[in-house]
């Protein structure tokens, strides 16, 4: 079962960019507009994508997000924030040896770590970096607020991909600095109960909850293949 998890990782692809046409693609322009709706707004530039537990597809939808932002023309910065199990390196086939924990290390700046893509000019990522002994501690500390803070400034969106919260506390501590929180949730596997304490841990630190993305319907039960929306 491991065994096949890791497949579908490391197979994930980004349907926004390789058949923008499709139905899947159509609905993450959908979450597109009502996050860029909300974020106008509240008058917001940042957000980053949780989930309840792993495999939810939080990465996937986060990395899909991304690119529909950049489609609409939107400068777009995408931030590896999942220091124990990061995937931004491989969903956009770059390197990882300079990244986040780099920068909060002050071994980098952020010019050096941030890299482009071939998806689009408008897209621009910072990778994890190398794992470290303490993700908590780094996300936690001054430097992290202090990069959001700044990157804010030079572009329109700013997106961190997140740990799922059932397990480490780090999206909690992210949606501080943070104008708000997205939570995907996958289809008939995240329990309503497990939904419930993701929103009542992210309530607890005053995150602003933008909504819920749906991951994975089954084709057969809906008109589109899959499908997503934003609650």
């Known amino acids: 079962m491991a065994k096949n998890k890791r497949s579908i990782d490391n197979n994930r692809y980004i349907i926004t960019s390789v ?5 899947i693609s159509e609905q993450y322009r959908t979450i597109r507009t009502t996050i860029d709706f909300k974020m106008a707004d509240q008058g917001i530039k940042s957000f980053l994508v949780t989930s309840s537990e792993a495999a939810a597809g939080k990465s996937t939808a986060s990395a899909n997000i991304a690119v529909a932002f950049a489609q609409q023309g939107k400068k777009v910065l995408l931030i590896d924030g999942d220091l124990r199990k990061p995937t931004v390196n491989i969903t956009f086939k770059v390197q990882n040896r300079v990244g986040l924990t780099n920068i909060l290390m002050h071994q980098s700046s952020i010019e050096d770590a941030i890299q482009g893509t071939r998806l689009s000019e408008n897209l621009t990522i910072i990778t994890s970096g190398p794992i470290p002994p ?14 959001i803070d700044s990157v804010s400034d030079f572009f329109d969106v700013v997106l961190i991909d997140t740990p799922p919260l059932s ?13 708000g929180a997205v939570i995907v949730v996958r289809a008939y596997e995240t329990k309503k109960e497990s939904l419930a304490k993701t929103k009542k841990m992210l ?5 602003n909850i933008l909504g819920v993305v749906l991951h994975g319907v089954d084709s057969s039960e809906s008109p589109s293949y899959y499908y997503y929306g934003v609650e």
């Not at 058949?19 to 139905?23: K, V």
């Not at 480490?168 to 501080?176: F, G």
């Not at 309530?203 to 995150?207: G, I, L, S």
């Open 203 to 207: 309530e607890q630190v005053n995150a």
């Open 19 to 23: 058949n923008p046409q499709s139905p």
């Open 134 to 147: 303490n993700p908590s501690e780094l996300l936690a500390s001054s430097a992290m607020k202090d990069l």
């Open 167 to 179: 397990a480490v506390t780090d999206a909690q501590i992210l949606s501080s600095y943070v104008g």
